[in-house]
């Protein structure tokens, strides 16, 4: 019961791209079309998975250390080396993966969403919230398909406005925020379904 | 140094100036840095909060990599360039918790995540990487101004209809800004909501597309009617100054097309380099 509400918390309830704006940056770059939006999708939940699970072993060690003030140059280190890492892993022993995630793999470095459930997750240290290391990584699994859900539908609608009548000043990014606008206004239902 | 020469001096560092303010706005031109941009704007005083804290980030690391400019070797730039940019961050987390824990609290997770902020690694690969020491401190400081700027302008719009507010709350222990009593009962809470944030921003945008466009068109009207008149009476002078004005306008436009290629090639070596070419994609879409 306790994983099935972090899952939907973590999905719906605080969906990092709606609600949190957290990677909005991939979200309005590359949600053009359903199919690039679905790898890029792939790629960040690959990524948050592993990097949660990191970021937890890193600030344990911070905290052995006594150095948690090191942490935000840590963070971005360790994900740069690690999304690097994982890209060379996968090209040497999943070549299909490593195709099919192809170039939303480094794009990754870059994607505040990646840095910021690392820190969201390691600052409930010390606080009722703590969480496992299981928890850890599953709250980065299904914080990314959150954003795979945001960007998969934002991309669907994108499509669409392709055909659409749109006055000449709103076309671009305009109207694509207003659509994400509207999307954020949905998901405000969800809020008050994980206490 | 003469007086021409100071004009001349002060002109050419404004432009820098001007450049990141108006001309290439990191928020509403460039579109950079959208995070913070929404997260942090549902009050006026958070909005500049966040931008004053990207600005004195941007600041000292553009001088840092301008100075440190030819000691950096150009393969491992991107990582040196993070870790710069890293220690300042971490810099302002410690002056912000001491001083004023206020904003502290209220930026949150958006203030480690300025390292991720690609206004600063895009100034300082496109800029500060190949610039002197006081133009690229320059430089820094106008791109930050920008970003302030329309950051607490979104923030005000923001705190206005969704608080009936302005630029309230507190700062170090001191009472800020006004709360409009007969706003508040009105307020519409959706601006302070995640969805405010979007609808602001994108119909800000909007806005400016429009004014640009209108802009301009005003300009090439002025220049055609003026060719007109003189054709008209037939005064071959102000012919001959109408022409050359047009030609000069013509020259201006491919100069500032060329500007707009270099900034973009900028940005997709930037952006090559931190990916090894495949965030091209990236900056192929929307533009």
Redesign the interface.
């Known amino acids: 019961m306790e994983f099935l509400l972090l899952i939907i918390s973590a999905i719906f309830v605080n969906n990092f791209v709606l609600s949190q704006f957290l990677g909005i940056c991939p979200f309005l770059g590359v949600s053009r079309k359903t199919d690039t939006a679905l790898g890029m999708g792939f790629a960040v939940i690959f990524v948050m998975g592993i990097a949660s699970v990191f970021a937890w072993l890193v600030q344990k060690a911070l905290v052995a250390l006594n150095v948690e003030y090191l942490q935000t140059i840590t963070f971005i280190l360790v994900i740069a080396a690690l999304v690097q890492l994982v890209e060379m892993v996968l090209k040497r022993f999943m070549p299909s993966l490593y195709s099919a995630l192809g170039v939303y793999l480094p794009l990754i470095t870059t994607n505040c969403a990646v840095l910021g459930v690392a820190i969201l997750n390691v600052n409930t240290y010390g606080t009722e919230t703590a969480m496992s290391l299981l928890q850890f990584f599953l709250n980065g699994i299904f914080s990314g398909m959150g954003f795979t859900l945001a960007i998969l539908l934002l991309a669907g609608i994108r499509e669409k406005l392709e055909y659409a009548d749109i006055p000449k000043p709103f076309k671009g990014f305009p109207i694509t925020l207003i659509s994400a606008c509207l999307m954020s206004m949905a998901f405000v239902a969800f809020s008050g379904m994980v206490g | 140094m003469n007086k021409i020469q100071i004009n001349d001096f002060l002109k050419q560092k404004g432009s820098i100036i001007a450049n990141g303010i108006v001309t290439n706005n990191p928020v509403f031109r460039l579109?950079?840095g959208?995070?913070p941009t929404?997260?942090t704007t549902s009050s006026a005083i958070n909005g500049m909060g966040m931008g004053l804290a990207a600005t004195f980030v941007l600041v000292c690391s553009n001088v840092l990599i301008s100075l440190l400019r030819k000691v950096i070797p150009d393969k491992i730039r991107i990582?040196a360039f993070?870790?710069i940019i890293?220690?300042f961050?971490?810099l302002v987390?410690?002056l912000l918790q001491k001083f004023i824990p206020s904003l502290y609290e209220s930026l949150g997770?958006f203030l480690?995540?300025i390292?991720?902020?690609?206004i600063i690694?895009a100034r300082a690969e496109a800029f500060a990487s190949t610039n002197k020491v006081f133009n690229s401190a320059l430089d820094g400081l106008g791109m930050g101004l920008g970003f302030t700027a329309s950051l607490m302008l979104i923030g005000i719009i923001r705190e206005f209809f969704g608080a009936g507010s302005l630029f309230y709350g507190s700062l170090a222990g001191i009472e800020t800004g006004i709360q409009i009593e007969a706003l508040a009962d009105y307020s519409l809470n959706?601006f302070v909501?995640?969805?405010?944030?979007?609808?602001v921003?994108?119909?800000l945008?909007?806005?400016i597309?429009?004014l640009t466009?209108l802009h301009n068109k005003k300009k090439e009207l002025k220049a055609e009617a003026k060719k007109e008149d003189a054709l008209k009476e037939g005064r071959k002078e102000d012919l001959h100054i109408a022409f050359k004005e047009a030609d000069l306008k013509e020259k201006n436009d491919e100069a500032s097309i060329e500007d707009k290629a270099k900034a973009d090639d900028a940005k997709d070596a930037l952006k090559n380099a931190?990916?090894?070419g495949?965030?091209n994609?990236?900056a192929g879409?929307?533009r």
């Open positions: 579109v950079l959208t995070c929404l997260a990582p993070v870790v890293a220690t961050v971490t987390q410690m997770i480690p995540l390292v991720v902020n690609c690694l959706i909501l995640p969805a405010g944030g979007f609808l921003f994108g119909l945008m909007a806005l597309n429009y466009d931190l990916s090894d495949t965030l994609t990236l879409e929307d």
